[in-house]
């Protein structure tokens, strides 16, 4: 398997479910980031992991969680979100930071 | 903080022929990287092209290349011999060169569309 993975590629859930996003890369990086994309607005970063430490959130709210347990996985956390959250989280990985980014297909996420 | 401006939501290009695509930033700082990203109708994100601030010549891969003029603050993308598979959403990114890992700042995107 190659590149930068996501799961699930869709996700319905509601408002009072606890759910996890996953992502994987295969591409031997040290930086992870998760990034919020949501109609007529612009790619929104969230979180950024270097060497596994958290290196950025960016000010985001604290029903998203992130873990890195290492630095070829990376995940999403989610619990209690709200109707809003609905987007596509995409996540992707560079060699270093400041790199071109490489990115996952994403996950469609529908909060009811 | 960086900002990346995108003036135009949707360009439309005959196939085979040539369009520009517009980009603006705004940024401090004298040395980072610029990047075109293409997302179609899969949402996959694909890199087209980078550059370097500190290099003055600019990037070109294959049918696809960048009038980057520092001064000005502008990154266009010219794509040559426009294809059906060059429709997508066309989004300029901002990369800071060194301090910690800041992520891409991205613009809204411009819609191409390819006629036959």
């Known amino acids: 398997e190659t590149g930068v993975t996501q799961t699930p590629r869709h996700l319905v859930m509601g408002m009072t479910n606890k759910k996890s996003l996953k992502c994987e890369q295969h591409l031997g990086h040290n930086a992870m980031y998760w990034y919020k994309q949501s109609a007529k607005k612009p790619l929104e970063l969230m979180f950024v992991y270097n060497f596994k430490e958290q290196t950025e959130n960016n000010s985001v709210p604290s029903r998203f969680s992130p873990e890195c347990p290492n630095s070829s996985h990376l995940f999403l956390h989610l619990h209690t979100l709200q109707p809003e959250d609905s987007a596509l989280y995409l996540c992707?990985?560079?060699?270093?930071?400041?790199?071109?980014?490489?990115f996952g297909p994403g996950t469609r996420l529908t909060v009811l | 903080a960086q900002t990346v401006t995108q003036s135009q939501p949707e360009m439309s290009v005959q196939e085979a022929e040539t369009v520009t695509l517009s980009c603006t930033y705004d940024t401090s700082e004298s040395d980072y990287y610029l990047f075109w990203y293409k997302q179609p109708p899969s949402r996959q994100m694909i890199l087209v092209i980078r550059q370097e601030a500190y290099k003055q010549q600019n990037a070109t891969e294959n049918r696809f290349s960048v009038n980057f003029q520092k001064a000005a603050k502008s990154f266009s993308l010219k794509i040559s011999d426009s294809q059906l598979g060059d429709a997508a959403m066309y989004f300029c990114?901002?990369?800071?060169?060194?301090?910690?890992?800041?992520?891409?700042?991205f613009g809204k995107g411009t819609h191409l569309i390819i006629q036959p």
């Open positions: 990114a901002y990369s800071r060169l060194k301090g910690g890992a800041d992520g891409l700042t």
């Open positions: 992707a990985s560079s060699p270093e930071p400041h790199n071109e980014q490489f």
